[in-house]
């Protein structure tokens, strides 16, 4: 074939140019999705070494490619300094002297070069970690604790059959086998010679009315326990000498103690965070334990048996809690999600004064969170609980025919219209269609706040505007409050608070917005907020816009101000609709479709929230459905749906108001969350949440 000479020279080489810059981005590409690959190595697989080749590769075949060229080498740099490699050295120093004009690379090298050993002088051994252990997905298991020898883990199970307590104590190996139950409880902790546990438990005592609450011990050989302290308590942990327990007590469980093995009076240390284990240093001396930060969160610190006081730490940002020590017991581990996801760092201890010194060394890289971490008596062996989550999209059919399809990950889905949804996932907004396909991402924030019903995004009742929360870097309690067209662009900044809950208005012109003690209107294209009323106290309850115009504020706090008010949408005094402080108004309060009836939860005897109806004229209200949580109106305004555990596990339901039919919808094996019906009312859309956890052992240095 012959060249066709009438093509230009310019134009020649204006094609060249345009194959060039082609095959150039075809390449860069490629890097990228190298890039990407050499990371699941590392964070994933936990196979550093791979992760190195790949890493070389990288670099020497897109070197030109020079932003993923000086990633690689710093992935590079930070896979040999876990394993304890000198090289590490060479790979960030390349960084700062061939790659020094990308800006955020050369910054880290340069900071992880002054941490670095200087040539000549004996590197930090780093700690070698392994998959040991994966639990069954959906499974429920609350804190697990690692024998003295390293073998065996105890944990609670949530047992739904036993109706009159729930929990109950097994143990086993790590890989899953030998399981056995030891008893009814829970937050077990081994002693150090492995032959009892400490939990916390309940146990009818022959001839007393009421049942004696508090920290038990068990002999494992035998089965004989004792009650140690009675009193309401939890998270024990039993020193490595045997001689003290450490647990947490008082209102909410917020107060560290002490108590002797063989019994006693305990002894208050300090002020505690609820939920916080503690850790024992390995020679007994010190606790390290969380206390709540001034700025919010929870920071980590140790008690000082010998000098009988506390130290902190570490800073809330947003919320450190305590993992264990090193072998020596200079180093303090703690948990910390300040670099995104949670990881183990570690901070350095004065012998003298025993205050922090230096900055806190980040020593694990998953991109999951890391629950929690536990220890063998030595701080020889630490295990950690890495929580993997599964968040998938359902869809049901309404007439309960029990057809169910699933669309891919994500969460809190949202009807676009009858063959779209709009849902959350890794902190974005993705759009996606019902009749298959990639989902398609429509913002590019990173940070949407959607962990719960409270902070979720919420489109506007005529669907072509979307308003979502982001969290601000650095502050444990920031929020910014975001208004988009939808299907995406830019988004407009609303507000800025420390806490906010919003509610769109009917016809999607406004939002409502409660923050620092306000509930204001707030205009969705532009302008100032207008204040309905302030109250000069924080307002932490739901908002809800009523198409009859009227604003619904449900406040859930315990006090004067519990209840469900109606503020006028054009200002003036809340009026008080309920008066009852068994009300529970956190998971949904919602007008019917006409504005005449409102759906809300409130307690039980049996403590579970039951679905109410008020109506709105009389003020009348009557019971709808037993334990519901999440109530979603039909478009039609004549069935909720709502999810329930009523059968052992949390699925999807809808009553029918007119005759109180109750009717199933899905029957999944996982835990079912948020119903959604769509604009014709025909479907159900939903999400699934499948956790599963896996232990990571890692053999300290």
């Known amino acids: 074939m012959m060249w066709n000479r009438s093509l ?43 992760a190195i080749e790949q890493y070389k590769k990288i670099v020497a075949e897109y070197g030109s490619h020079r932003s993923v060229a000086a990633k690689a080498l710093v992935e590079m740099g ?40 200087a040539v000549g002088e004996a590197a930090e051994a780093k700690p070698r970690l392994r998959l040991v252990m994966g639990t069954r997905p959906g499974e429920t298991v609350r804190p697990l604790t690692l024998s003295p020898d390293g073998t065996q883990v105890a944990y609670t199970v949530l047992n739904r059959d036993d109706k009159d307590y729930g929990y109950e104590i097994w143990t086993s190996d790590f890989a899953g086998y030998h399981a056995r139950r030891i008893a009814r409880g829970f937050d077990a902790a081994w002693s150090p010679d492995g032959k009892s546990l400490v939990f916390v438990g309940t146990r009818r005592v022959e001839n007393q009315a009421s049942p004696k609450v508090g920290l038990w011990v068990r002999s494992l050989p035998d089965g004989a326990e004792r009650l140690l302290v009675e009193m309401m308590c939890a998270g024990p942990a039993w020193s490595p000498d045997g001689k003290w327990i450490a647990f947490r007590a008082g209102p909410l469980n917020q107060r560290l103690h002490v108590v002797s093995a063989a019994g006693g009076e305990p002894r208050f240390l300090a002020e505690s965070w609820t939920g916080s284990p503690a850790r024992w240093s390995p020679d007994s001396r010190r ?45 303090v581990y ?15 201890i004065s012998d003298e004064t025993g205050e922090p010194v230096g900055t806190p060394i980040r020593m694990t890289e998953f991109q999951e969170n890391v629950e929690a971490a536990m220890q063998t008596p030595d701080c020889r062996k ?19 025919s029990g057809t169910t399809r699933f669309l891919g990950e994500g969460r809190h889905p949202q009807w676009l219209d009858d063959e779209h949804l709009i849902f959350s996932k890794a902190g974005d907004l993705y759009a996606t269609s019902l009749s298959g396909g990639e989902a398609r991402r429509i913002t590019s924030v990173g940070n949407i706040i959607d ?37 995406g662009g830019p988004a407009r900044q609303a507000l800025e608070a420390g806490f906010i809950t919003f509610a ?103 403590h579970n929230d039951d679905l109410w109806i008020l109506d709105l004229k009389t ?31 949390r699925n999807i339901y809808a009553v029918d108001i007119r005759n109180g039919q109750i009717q199933r919808l899905t029957n999944a094996p996982e835990q079912e969350s948020g119903p959604r019906w769509s604009p014709d009312g025909k479907s159900i859309a939903f999400w699934i949440n499948r956790a599963e956890r896996q232990l990571w052992l890692m053999d300290n240095p």
Request: hydrophobic share 35%.
């Open 8 to 50: 230009s020279l310019p134009a020649a080489a204006l094609l060249a140019a345009s194959l060039a810059v082609h095959l150039g981005g075809q390449k860069n590409d490629r890097a990228e999705v190298l890039f990407e690959s050499a990371q699941k190595k590392s964070f994933l697989d936990g196979n550093l070494q791979a």
């Open 78 to 117: 930070r896979c040999y300094e876990k394993l304890g490699l000198a090289e590490a050295r060479k790979a960030y120093e390349r960084v700062t002297g061939e790659y020094s004009d990308q800006a955020e690379p050369a910054r880290f090298a340069r900071e992880r070069l002054k941490s670095l050993p």
């Open 287 to 331: 606790i390290a334990f969380a206390q709540q930060h001034p700025s919010g969160g929870s920071a980590t610190s140790y008690y000082d048996l010998k000098r009988d006081r506390a130290f902190r730490l570490t800073s809330a940002a947003p919320s450190d809690s305590p993992g264990g020590w090193s072998p020596d017991g200079k180093w």
């Open 334 to 348: 703690f948990l910390s999600s300040r670099e995104g996801s949670s990881n183990l760092w570690k901070t350095l």
């Open 382 to 400: 630490t295990v950690m609980v890495l929580r993997k989550d599964a968040r998938r999209i359902g869809v049901a059919s309404a007439d309960g």
């Open 451 to 487: 962990q719960s019903d409270w902070f979720r995004f919420a489109l506007a009742p005529d669907r072509r505007s979307v308003a979502y929360l982001t969290s601000i870097p650095g502050q444990s309690k920031g929020r910014r409050l975001h208004v988009m067209s939808v299907p």
């Open 504 to 606: 769109w208005s009917p016809d999607s012109k406004a939002l409502v917005a409660g923050y620092d003690g306000t509930v204001a209107v707030i205009p969705a294209d532009k302008g100032e907020p207008r204040v309905l009323f302030t109250e000069g106290r924080p307002l932490d309850g739901w908002l809800h816009w009523c198409p009859g115009g009227a604003v619904l504020y449900a406040e859930y706090e315990p006090g004067p101000m519990d209840g469900i008010y109606l503020i006028p949408a054009s200002g003036g005094q809340p009026r008080r609709l309920t008066n009852d402080p068994k009300s529970y108004h956190d998971r949904g309060v919602q007008c019917s479709p006409d504005g005449n009836r409102l759906a809300y939860l409130k307690v039980s005897p049996e």
């Open 619 to 649: 003020g009348k209200s009557e019971l709808a459905a037993k334990s519901a949580m999440n109530p979603d109106w039909s478009p039609g305004g004549t069935r909720i749906a709502f999810e329930s555990w009523r059968d052992g596990r």
